[in-house]
């Protein structure tokens, strides 16, 4: 089936500092989700890009998806202690099997 | 309820023996997803359910692992046998709708359920 690659697989940041998550697919997606779990806790859903291009603004979070729909990003401006967990992008593939990326782990350091 | 419940939230059980593990979807979520999540890992897709119905049973690791929904609400997942390398932490999550194309409507996840097989 499809995969996603999903880098870094681990940061670890001075809090005030950026953060950048990526994921790269080798096949187009129809679309792509994000999420963050906390640590301890269960997925959270954050936001779905569906468009070639589009830009998604969450306050400090900057979400991306590829003009060719294989690649997205996720970008946290100014890190904040809050942020820490695991971010993890998926995709719905064939059948609406919702498949998730390995995660990039976020370490804030204050 | 308000959100997706999951039960027991921990559950330790000796190798060799039968556990059953479930899961209370939102109201009206029509989707339902079985993950595994083992320790510092990703989220390993089990099974879906659309309605009552399994169209994708792929990810169920062995015929140990079986999974049932009845009502188009409550779903349990079933593992026999356990062995060791079945402890991790089984995620449930509901969705409202699940269709083909390129808005899905995303999930809400379970607090989970910690299997600790001894």
């Known amino acids: 089936g499809q995969q996603v690659m999903q880098i870094p697989q681990y940061q670890h940041v001075q809090e005030g500092e950026d953060f950048t998550t990526y994921c790269n697919s080798s096949?187009?997606?129809?679309?792509i989700q994000w999420y963050k779990q906390r640590p301890g806790g269960h997925p959270v859903f954050l936001i779905q890009?569906?468009?070639?291009?589009e830009v998604k603004k969450q306050k400090r979070l900057t979400f991306q998806f590829g003009e060719a729909k294989k690649n997205s990003s996720l970008h946290i401006t100014a890190t904040q202690t809050t942020d820490v967990g695991t971010y993890f992008c998926?995709?719905?593939?064939?059948?609406?099997?919702?498949?998730f990326g390995a995660g990039t782990i976020l370490r804030v350091k204050s | 309820g308000a959100g997706v419940s999951q039960s027991p939230s921990n559950k330790v059980t000796e190798k060799g023996k039968d556990v059953e593990l479930r899961c209370d979807p939102i109201?009206?979520?029509?989707?339902l997803y079985w993950y595994r999540q083992s320790l510092g890992q990703g989220l390993e897709f089990l099974i879906y359910f659309q309605g009552n119905s399994a169209p994708d049973k792929s990810g169920l690791p062995s015929d140990r692992f079986s999974a049932e929904r009845t009502g188009g609400s409550v779903s349990t997942l079933t593992i026999q046998r356990t062995q060791q390398e079945d402890s991790a932490v089984y995620l449930c999550?509901?969705?409202?709708?699940?269709?083909?194309?390129?808005?899905?409507?995303?999930?809400?996840f379970g607090n989970g359920t910690r299997l600790t097989v001894t």
């Open positions: 890009l569906v468009k070639s291009g």
């Open positions: 096949t187009t997606l129809s679309n």
């Open positions: 999550a509901s969705s409202f709708r699940s269709l083909r194309g390129p808005d899905n409507s995303p999930l809400h």
């Open positions: 998926a995709f719905m593939e064939y059948g609406n099997k919702l498949v």
């Open positions: 109201s009206g979520h029509t989707a």
